[in-house]
């Protein structure tokens, strides 16, 4: 039995590239109207161009204190409702504890929790009437092995929280609210780990943490938001689903 989304809307931020962009287009082959989120106009649109049903790009810095409300409006005004809520967006700083600023910190929580509080906030009573799902897109950073990866770390940690809290609050809605956390998926926010660190080392070393021996795949992490967000999980909320190659001390 497959996943299928026909007639359904689907919201995926951060959309223009890794597993936002994986997540987009699976939901697209599965039958959904999907609405591509994230800043860059030209990524969205080439994207766009192969999706299979009808669709939107909302070109929007999520940094912005009114994004959440203006995606909202977008939204409502194209396709009238919302069914899946998928808040993958998320800034990455590699940055010691004794180096960091307040500016950076602040970013961080800003677009990866805040601004995903933010959406859940505005599209609240959308999901209440179609009954619908969230799904956050976290990070095993969040246990805290993280190296220097301290605000993103603590940002995720608060998304698994808000996963949490949000899935006790809707749930006599019919909203169901879960995350996923992957662990090393090959993406182009480990470009900035791979110039501190070497990208030769950081493949070779951090892999040996993985009982499967390798990276992720954007698609696999896809793979499993597309099932939750499926009525094929429709008894799962409140979970936080770890994919992560079975990744040891973590």
Known sequence: MKADFKGKVAVVTGASRGIGEAT???LDASGAMTVLVARSEDKLLKIKEDMANPSLHVPIDLSLDDAPNTIREVVIEEFGKI?????????????????????????????NLRQAFMLCSVFSKDLFASKGNVV?????????AGGTQG?????KGGLNTLTKNLSNEWANKGVRVNAVAPGLVLTEMW????????EENVMENFVKRVP???WGTPEEIANVVCFIASELASYLTGQIVRVDGGMLNI
């Open 24 to 26: 987009a287009r699976q």
């Open 83 to 111: 069914d899946v809520l998928v808040n993958n967006a998320a800034v990455e700083r590699n940055e010691p504890a004794h180096k960091a600023t307040a500016a950076a910190i602040d970013e961080t929580l800003l677009v």
């Open 136 to 144: 956050n897109v976290t990070s095993t950073a969040a246990a805290g």
């Open 151 to 155: 605000a993103y770390a603590a940002s």
């Open 191 to 198: 470009e900035p780990t791979f110039e501190l660190l070497g």
């Open 212 to 214: 499967l021996g390798k």
